[in-house]
């Protein structure tokens, strides 16, 4: 079954709101916690990360909420501007040994900030 | 910056023929991974490495080779190719100790 789920395919949010992207996991193992964004035509590039020992992490206009015992993880974004207008992926990653990680991705939300 | 570099970029291949993508990086990185991105997929792990000579099967490795003769390159290899492989394909390099990914530009491949 799907290990990282995330809950929409896409969203709409007016320039200027606030917006959650959700994602559910089922690994036990996973201790790092990711968003990606993606642009069309363009790789995915890291966006904001945490560990599992952190519940919170904040970089500017985004913040990453760790939710261990829900296995759930979301993202906030506030005052959400057109730019923003992306594919944004979650992923769960574990380690397999030493240094070695494997990060397994969500199936990604379309978010569309409208004007 | 992490350099990752594919090639090729685009490739068109016929059922049946053979078909390797190559993936460079310039930055050292112990780990690389081969994602395929479909629609209402989101990106799936193929093979990945921890290092020269190291190949993993990741969530679906079926019809897929992994090769991963030094630390800078690590290549996918559809010795078959089927339609069902038509897919854009990413190479990606990091992941030690659960940091950054750096992905390629992607490979967009075909198979007629």
């Known amino acids: 079954g799907q290990q990282v789920k995330q809950s929409s395919p896409s969203l709409t949010v007016q320039e200027g709101g606030i917006l959650i992207l959700n994602c559910d996991y089922e690994n036990d193992m996973f201790d790092y916690f990711a968003w990606y964004k993606k642009y069309p035509d363009n790789s995915p590039t890291l966006l904001i990360s945490v560990r599992s020992n952190v519940d919170k992490r904040e970089d500017g206009r985004f913040t990453v909420f760790l939710n261990k015992s829900g296995k759930h993880f979301s993202l906030h974004i506030t005052a959400s501007q057109p730019e923003d207008t992306a594919v944004y992926l979650c992923?769960?990653?574990?380690?397999?040994?030493?240094?070695?990680?494997?990060?397994?991705f969500g199936k990604g939300t379309l978010l569309t900030v409208t004007p | 910056e992490a350099a990752v570099t594919q090639s090729p970029r685009n490739k068109v291949a016929v059922t049946g023929g053979k078909v390797t993508l190559s993936c460079n990086q310039t930055n050292n990185h112990n780990n690389m991974y081969w994602y395929r991105q479909d629609t209402g997929h989101g990106l799936r792990l193929i093979h990945y490495s921890y290092g020269a000579g190291s190949t993993e099967k990741g969530d679906i490795p079926d019809g897929y080779k992994a090769s991963r003769p030094s630390q800078e390159n690590f290549s996918l290899i559809l010795e078959l190719a089927t339609p069902s492989q038509t897919s854009v394909y990413f190479c990606?390099?990091?992941?030690?100790?659960?940091?950054?990914?750096?992905f390629g530009a992607g490979t967009r491949l075909s198979v007629l």
């Open positions: 990606a390099s990091g992941g030690d100790r659960g940091n950054t990914l750096y």
């Open positions: 992923a769960a990653g574990e380690n397999s040994g030493g240094s070695n990680y494997k990060l397994t």
